[in-house]
């Protein structure tokens, strides 16, 4: 949730050049949990962040939808290139990113931009 603001001005910012979406696991799939219980949180959430870009709330649990993205936990993101070629997942699984994690400021935006051919 830290870094969901930064998203969200990453696709204010480039959503011309870029395609941002979110997808929510918020659905564990326990016993008498259903995916449908998650969407009014959320909605509300995504709302309140003024999150105009493509959202998805899985209906999938939450383990998973990690395996299928190849990582260990949330938060992740995961940049592809002009041609739709996985260039790079952002977790912390292995504490690339130190301690607190990727950041947008510091990792996944000047990437982007640098993708784009708008780094400086």
């Known amino acids: 949730m830290r870094e969901f603001p930064h ?50 709330i899985s209906s999938s649990a939450d383990e998973e939808v990690l395996k299928q993205i190849n990582t260990a936990s949330i938060p992740a993101a995961i940049v592809y290139d002009r041609e739709g070629k996985l260039h790079t997942i952002f977790n912390n699984d292995e504490e690339k990113y130190g301690p607190e994690g990727f950041n947008y400021e510091e990792d996944i935006t000047p990437l982007v931009k640098q993708l784009l051919g708008l780094a400086q």
């Open 7 to 56: 998203f969200v001005q990453l696709h204010d910012d480039l959503g011309r050049d870029v395609a941002c979406a979110s997808l929510n696991i918020d659905f564990y799939g326990g016993d008498g949990n259903k995916p449908e219980d998650v969407k009014p949180p959320v909605l509300k959430f995504l709302t309140s962040r003024r999150a105009s870009m493509q959202n998805f």
